[in-house]
């Protein structure tokens, strides 16, 4: 396999998508709702505009290497944006994506793990 530095942005976008929503659905999974409640409970959490606002929770405590991964993705060229999203949020989303792709990618789970935290916290106060 290639380094991780060498990979696209869409392939570290593509595997912390993958990521992202599997953290997402383990949280729920603790709560023990009925299927259909946990599908509409991760679509949620699970969207372009949910993830932008978890990169805001985030990005004051990210490293710069971090801080570029995230603008790698974040960058990424795509025509493809969901009508419930601005360009923007769809940007940034995917920004996060490849963010969780690269550090899942690098073995840095306990980091992962971290920064989820901060965001499964903030975005859960009312939950």
Known sequence: MQSVNELSAGTLAFVGDAVYGLLVRQRLAETNRPIGELHRLSVTFVNANSQAEAFKVIEPILTE????QYKHGRNLHTNNV??????AQYHS?????ALFGYLHLSGQFDRINELFELIWKSTTQNF
């Open 93 to 97: 989303a995917t920004g996060l994506e």
């Open 65 to 68: 290497k971090e801080i570029s």
């Open 82 to 87: 969901p009508k419930q999203s601005t360009v």
